[in-house]
């Protein structure tokens, strides 16, 4: 165990990452809270973090709008970028990169034989597969065989960003350029998915984080995504679900609904069919409501696919839960009793046992709040 009480380390944190002690011990257990670790996992991270040699990590671009790597490096407090560019060893980047051209394209080959077996390789972007992968090209080589070539010999491969993932908006169809996922790509089944239009960065460097301190990759679900960060639906952790179980719904942008808070259900939230951990780990570091239905814009389930970019923004999104076992009182915040449309949805839901879930999308259509919201 690291003694974080040693001046040295206190030091060397300073130094090294340019943060304090306190925000770097800050740092270490976020990630640990974030990966849902047990106590004392913030230590180890802590220790691994400080002590174990940088992990190398090359970083490849294809078919995307870089808004990946925008979302991890604007992240603040700590200032997480710094931290990133110190815990990692980011060997190609081709945005970050003050190399170009035939020099980048050496320093990726010379990280990778210096590295052989042990680097991370990190896909941003979706890669083109049709006629043979010509739409995307870098330093002569198609997106697919350049993914191929480092894939090869990588430790491990994540897939950061819904387009890396399975296509994302590239492969919206009629997806002109074939554009795939890496898995897919490369017909590999371990690649490990971090999606979202961005992803979170918290997820990012968490994922990278676990690999460093525990030497393998977090456990995943049947997509590649790991379960400490899509293994929940949005729906189960949103702020306005006491609203939607009540049936109170935003019906038009600005509606009074909607500037009470309301649930965005009708106006086409994906939340109640979306896995991720938006609303618990929030995005920017700015505090609560920091994620897209905190801030009042329906989830459009980026990290679904056939969900995000394909399911028309109107198309309610289709229940997965049972109705929960308690609702909360209908009682308007002017003081006013329960609707009638409402005490209806909640009297409805509560007497199904079977299909509730086709039963609450029918009630939840005919439901009214009182002025008509
Ligand atoms: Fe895709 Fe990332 Fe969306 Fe953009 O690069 S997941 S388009 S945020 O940047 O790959
Ligand atoms: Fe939240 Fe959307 Fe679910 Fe409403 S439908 S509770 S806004 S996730
Ligand atoms: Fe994407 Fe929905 Fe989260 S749109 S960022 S999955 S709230």
């Known amino acids: 165990m690291y003694d974080d009480s040693a001046v040295k380390f206190e030091t060397d944190v300073e130094t090294r990452f340019g943060v304090s002690r306190r925000d770097f011990l800050k ?12 106590k004392g996992a913030d230590a180890q991270i802590a220790e691994a973090i400080t002590k ?13 709008c870089t808004g990946c790597s925008e979302s991890l490096l604007r992240s603040e407090h700590p200032t997480l ?42 896909v941003e972007g979706a890669i083109p597969m049709k006629d043979g992968g010509v739409y995307c090209k870098i330093g002569g080589q198609t997106s697919y065989e350049l993914t191929k070539e480092v894939a090869e010999h990588a430790a491990a491969i994540v897939a950061v960003g819904s387009c890396a993932s399975w296509g994302g908006m590239p492969s919206t ?149 049972n109705p929960p076992t308690s609702y909360p009182r209908i009682v308007e915040e002017q003081g006013a009793g329960a609707t009638i449309a409402s005490a209806a949805l909640v009297a409805g839901v509560a007497g199904l046992a079977i299909g509730a879930g086709m039963k609450i999308a029918g009630n939840l259509g005919k439901s009214e709040t009182k002025d008509g919201e």
Not at 27 to 38: I, K, N, S, V
Not at 193 to 206: R, V
Request: hydrophobic share 35%; glycine share 10%; charged share 20%.
């Open 173 to 321: 169809p009629p997806n002109p350029t074939g554009s795939t996922g890496v898995g897919e790509a490369l017909g590999r089944k371990d690649v490990v998915t971090i999606p979202g239009c961005p992803p979170n960065p918290y997820n990012i460097l968490a994922t990278i984080v676990h690999f460093l301190t525990f030497g393998s990759l977090p456990k995943v679900d049947e997509l590649g995504r790991p379960t400490f960060a899509y293994g929940r639906l949005i729906h189960d952790n949103c702020e306005r679900r006491s609203h939607f179980d009540a049936g109170r719904f935003a019906l038009e942008f600005g509606d009074a609904g909607h500037r009470k808070g309301y649930c965005l259900y009708k106006l086409g939230c994906k939340g109640p069919e979306t896995y991720a951990n938006c609303p618990s780990i929030l995005f920017n570091d700015v505090g609560t409501g920091s994620w897209p239905v905190g801030t009042g814009h329906p989830c459009i389930g980026c990290t679904e696919k056939h969900i995000g970019f394909e399911k028309p923004i109107h198309a309610l999104a289709t229940l997965k839960t």
């Open 52 to 64: 174990k040699e940088r992990p190398s990590v090359i970083w490849l671009h294809h078919q995307e």
């Open 81 to 122: 970028e710094k931290l990133i560019l110190d815990i990692i060893s980011l060997d190609y980047h081709e945005t970050l990169f003050a190399a170009a051209g035939h020099q980048a394209e050496a320093a990726r080959k010379a990280a990778m034989e210096k590295n052989k077996g042990k680097y991370i390789l990190v």
């Open 27 to 38: 740092f270490c257990a976020a990630m640990a809270a974030t990966m849902g670790l047990p």
